[in-house]
């Protein structure tokens, strides 16, 4: 079911509710850690310039984020300008691999990226920087991003199991340029796809205990030596395809926030903010 109280909101119309959110044109290589083109759509960049002195500015992609309409980038409190302390200059769209555009794969080519200018951002009022707490941020773009099979929106958690569910033991999805390769510390070049495993809250509390109080509104993943959402790119998406009422879409369930200060050689979970814990903050944030 629907959640009543989203339905009946103002905003409710500006969610694409259509056929065309969580869908993709790829099919998930398996057993790959590169994601393949066009397999996560929704995915942005975020380009920060940082400047060196009067004259020179270098652009540097920082944080993640998610497409939610054609006019909003949902990510994370922590990747706004006021935190990061470099100016927010655009989002990037229909990125795959990060040195060629256009994009192609086998003959199959992607159209160019898109890179829009973020007109505003709007961060959760509550946001707690030293507990990461409300981590959450809707990003408003200067003018509508074109969707295409490589740029569409994801699904947003607006059904009441959404809400209800714990997810516990099952597993989804974080992808992002940011995984690094743990034996060389670089980046990757291309757009790299990581399943993470839900951990209950209780083992999340018990990871995080004496460091960070874990509230119900964040939620835990990954945790297994090796890999983890050191994973996606901080303030990209925690995913998942859900058959809701026909073929399976993928929905939002979190966004990368937080995670052990040492990736991927530790089985301590990553946090994640729970979005659908946050359905009417943004609803009540969006605009025309």
């Known amino acids: 079911e629907l959640r009543k109280d989203l339905t009946s909101h103002p905003n409710w119309k500006l969610l694409d509710r259509g056929d065309d959110c969580g869908d993709n044109v790829a099919d998930r290589i398996i057993g790959g850690d590169e994601a393949s083109l066009g397999q996560y759509p929704w995915i942005a960049r975020l380009g920060y310039t940082y400047e060196l002195d009067e004259n020179n500015t270098v652009d540097t992609y920082e944080c993640g984020g998610t497409i939610i309409n054609s006019m909003y980038i949902l990510t994370a409190a922590h990747c ?40 505003e951002y709007i961060c959760h009022e509550d946001y707690d920087s030293k507990s990461y707490q ?16 490589y740029v569409s929106p994801i699904c947003l958690p607006v059904y009441d199991t959404f809400l209800k569910q714990s997810f516990e033991s099952s597993v989804m999805e974080v992808a992002g340029w940011g995984i690094t390769d743990i034996a ?5 070049t291309v757009l790299l796809t990581l399943n993470v495993p839900i951990k209950t809250q209780f083992i999340c509390e018990l990871a995080y205990s004496g460091r ?6 964040q939620m835990c993943a990954g ?12 303030g990209g998406p925690l995913m998942s395809p859900f058959s809701m009422d026909a073929p399976p879409r993928y929905f939002i369930i979190g966004i990368v926030s937080f995670g052990p200060k040492k990736c991927a050689n530790t ?13 009417t903050w943004i609803l009540d ?4």
């Not at 944030?285 to 025309?288: P, S």
Request: aromatic share 4%; glycine share 8%.
């Open 285 to 288: 944030n969006i605009k025309e």
């Open 80 to 119: 706004s300008p006021d935190i990061v302390l470099l100016q927010l200059a655009e989002v990037r769209l229909g990125e795959y691999i990060t040195t060629t555009d256009p994009d192609c794969v086998d003959g199959v080519c992607a159209p160019p990226v898109q890179d829009i200018v973020v007109d």
């Open 223 to 234: 945790g297994v030596v090796g890999q983890d959402s050191c994973s996606g790119d901080s």
């Open 184 to 188: 060389t510390g670089k980046a990757s």
């Open 212 to 217: 960070s109080e874990i509230i119900d509104r």
């Open 267 to 279: 089985n301590t979970p990553g946090v994640y903010t729970k979005v659908s814990e946050y359905m």
């Open 134 to 149: 409300n981590d959450i941020c809707l990003l408003r773009l200067a003018k509508p991003i074109e969707f295409n099979h």
